[in-house]
């Protein structure tokens, strides 16, 4: 098993929201979890997901290639999406990103050497007047970011990173 008992428990209670006949309804929230846990969904994290479900695999694969919030490929243990759709773009979430990519050294869906920081282009995050906006971990959401703000939010990471887990 891949996924721990927690997550399994977790899928379970997504499961009792929807009709005993109707488990392809969890696929999105059993790939959440399963991502939170491992940090991406493998082909083989797919696979048990859909044999848990009692789905056919593919069904769980076109959930996790359609839906860019999933990570298909390893990821760095942040993933900083920038929403790069028009309103933004227009309001500096190019600069953004370009700023990121030249502080930490890597293009668009890359990680840093060090394995912290992948960077992702994303589309609205439904927050165009905070703009420019940052998703970090597809959970935080993070406006107004600046290159002074990004260098804090940066630095807050990294010092989140040397604490013990």
């Known amino acids: 098993m891949l996924l721990s008992e927690q997550a399994y428990q977790r899928i379970d209670h997504e499961l009792t929201k929807f009709p005993d006949d109707q488990k392809r309804s969890a696929i999105m929230a059993a790939l959440a979890i399963a991502q939170q846990e491992l940090g991406w969904v493998s082909t083989d ?51 953004s990103i370009e700023y990121l990519k030249e502080k930490l050294g890597v293009d668009a869906n890359e990680t840093t050497a060090d394995g912290l920081f992948t960077i992702t282009e994303g589309e609205c995050m439904g927050s165009c007047g905070d703009s420019p906006v940052l998703l970090v971990n597809d959970r935080h959401m993070c406006v107004h970011m600046q290159p002074e703000r990004i260098d804090a939010m940066i630095e807050e990471l990294k010092r989140d990173a040397e604490e013990p887990a």
């Open 45 to 95: 994290v797919m696979r048990e997901v859909a044999d848990y479900l009692d789905q056919p695999a593919v069904a769980v694969q076109q959930v996790a290639t359609f839906y860019d919030m999933f990570n298909v490929e390893p990821v760095g243990r942040y993933k900083i999406t920038v929403c790069t759709n028009l309103p933004c773009a227009l309001r500096e979430g190019v600069k």
